[in-house]
């Protein structure tokens, strides 16, 4: 199965600043990439689809890039309602793997 | 609207049972890719199983061979049969689809619903 590797594992920022979160797939998975916010108790939310396209809905400071096996996600100017724990999913293959996740802390 | 919501969680002993219910509004359970995605307190997600709109089943390493996820078209609800259950299958357990048809050709869950607690433990 195909494994997904995010980095960092948790990251503190602050309001206004630009962050980048990567997640690397164990093989090439073309733009089969996602990426999710889930708040506390909350049930996770899609931001990016097919690795750049942005959910409707979805403020345009969040952008998603890469293929192949490397990607990331950035969000251009934190805002309070961002800090999350954020996800990425290969849906590449039939065992839709997640990675296990990047918790963004207010510094 | 598309609404998912999930039923039958609860406190079993680990080598029990438990069938979860996923009841779908606003969109056919038959006609999209159902999926279970299970979250273990303070962890992260695990993608646990899907079922295609004609049929095809795929499961995690983990849970093979001991969940059966199937669906009732008449009822428009997605099951997952649970046997066999270990400690390590204590998690909220959530259903997920993409309802669009953009979200469904990149196999995005754009839908979710609340999730149910599956608690393992003697």
């Known amino acids: 199965d195909i494994q997904m590797t995010q980095s960092p594992s948790s990251l503190s920022a602050s309001v206004g600043d630009r962050v980048t979160i990567t997640c690397r797939a164990s093989q090439s998975i073309s733009s089969y990439l996602n990426w999710y916010q889930q708040k506390p108790g909350k049930a996770p939310k899609l931001l990016i689809y097919a690795a750049s396209s942005l959910q409707s809905g979805v403020p345009s400071r969040f952008s998603g890039s890469g293929s192949g096996t490397d990607f990331t996600l950035t969000i251009s100017s934190l805002q309070p309602e961002d800090f999350a724990t954020y996800y990425c999913q290969q849906s590449y293959s039939n065992q839709y793997t997640f990675g296990q996740g990047t918790k963004l802390e207010i510094k | 609207e598309v609404q998912l919501v999930e039923s039958g969680g609860g406190l079993v002993q680990p080598g029990g049972s438990l069938r979860l219910s996923c009841t779908a509004s606003g969109f056919t359970v038959s006609t999209n890719y159902m999926n279970w995605v299970r979250q273990a307190p303070g962890k992260g997600l695990e993608w646990v199983s899907v079922i295609y709109s004609g049929g095809s089943i795929y499961y995690a390493d983990s849970v093979k061979g001991r969940f059966t996820i199937s669906r009732d078209n008449s009822k428009n609800t997605l099951y997952l049969q649970m046997n066999s259950l270990r400690a390590e299958d204590t998690a909220v357990y959530y259903c997920?689809?993409?309802?669009?048809?953009?979200?469904?050709?990149?196999?995005?869950?754009?839908?979710w619903g609340q999730g149910t607690l599956v608690t393992v433990s003697s």
């Open positions: 997920a689809t993409p309802s669009g048809s953009i979200a469904a050709r990149w196999t995005a869950f754009d839908s």
